[in-house]
C-alpha cells in the first residue's frame, strides 16, 4: 500500500465547476504540502499545512490529521487550473512524500 | 516570493558524459535543498537531502558515487550526473528549504530535464 493515497487520479471537469482532490496518507506527518506541477514541470507550491483549513484565492485546503486526510478544493474552476496536483505530507526534517498526483484538466 | 532557479532548464548529451545542474536560491538562504527526480507519469522521488557545508544524504538506491551533491554556499547546490547513461534521461528538480519568522517551507526549482543519448 502506498504511503500517500490520491484520488481521483483523473479528473475532467467543465469551467465553473467545484473541484475536491483528496489525500490520504499513513505516514505521520508534520505538515502537508499541496503542489501544482504544470505541463512543463515546473512546480509550485501552493499550501503547507499542519492542522485546520487554508485558503488562497479560488483554491482551499482542508487538512485532518486525526484521520489522516488532507483535500484540496478549487472554486469556480479555470482552464488554467489544469496541471497535476500533488499531495506531499512531510515527516520529519522537511523530507516529502509524494502522492501519485491528480491529472486535472478544465475545458472551457 | 522566494524565488529557486535551476540552470540549464534542458541539457542533451552523449553517453558517458558528465553533466552538473546548479540549485540556486535567489533571495534566500537555504541551509537544506533537495533534489528529486521525475520519470515520465511518475511521481516525484526524493534523491537526496543537501545540507550547506556537509556531505549530503542519500535515500536509498541512489548512487552517491554516481550523482555527486556539493551544497558549497547558502544559496548554490549543484547536481553532477557522472558518466550519464540512457536510463538517467529524467527530469531533475531542486527545492530550497527556507526557516522565516518560525516558519518552514520549501520553494521547487524550474526543473533540468536531462535526455542522454
Known amino acids: 500500500k502506498n504511503e500517500v493515497e490520491q484520488s481521483p487520479q483523473n479528473l475532467t471537469a467543465q469551467e465553473g465547476e467545484f473541484i475536491t482532490i483528496n489525500c490520504s496518507y499513513s505516514v505521520g506527518i508534520s505538515a502537508l504540502h499541496w503542489l501544482q506541477q504544470h505541463p512543463g514541470g515546473g512546480i509550485v507550491s501552493l499550501f503547507m499545512l499542519s492542522s485546520g483549513k487554508k485558503k488562497h484565492g479560488r483554491l482551499i485546503a482542508t487538512i485532518n490529521i486525526q484521520e489522516k486526510h488532507s483535500s484540496l478544493h478549487i472554486t469556480a474552476s479555470h482552464p488554467r487550473d489544469s496541471a497535476v496536483y500533488i499531495c506531499a505530507p512531510t515527516e520529519g526534517a522537511q523530507k516529502l512524500v509524494f502522492g501519485q498526483g491528480t491529472r486535472l484538466t478544465i475545458n472551457p | 516570493g522566494a524565488v529557486v532557479s535551476q540552470h540549464p532548464s534542458r541539457v542533451i548529451c552523449k553517453s558517458g558524459t558528465s553533466v552538473k545542474i546548479e540549485c540556486r536560491s535567489l533571495?534566500?538562504?537555504?541551509?537544506?535543498m533537495f533534489w528529486y527526480r521525475q520519470f515520465p507519469k511518475q511521481s516525484l522521488m526524493l534523491m537526496a537531502t543537501?545540507?550547506?557545508?556537509?556531505?549530503?544524504?542519500?535515500e536509498q538506491g541512489v548512487e552517491k558515487d554516481k550523482f555527486l551533491i556539493n551544497h558549497a554556499s547558502l544559496t548554490l547546490s549543484t547536481l553532477t550526473v557522472t558518466s550519464a547513461h540512457p536510463e538517467d534521461s529524467s527530469f531533475y528538480i531542486c527545492?530550497?528549504?527556507?526557516?522565516?519568522?518560525?516558519?518552514?517551507?520549501?520553494?521547487f526549482g524550474p526543473g533540468t530535464r536531462l535526455l542522454v543519448l
Open positions: 543537501s545540507n550547506e557545508g556537509s556531505k549530503a544524504t542519500y
Open positions: 533571495d534566500f538562504q537555504a541551509t537544506t
Open positions: 527545492s530550497a528549504r527556507r526557516l522565516a519568522g518560525g516558519w518552514e517551507t520549501q520553494y
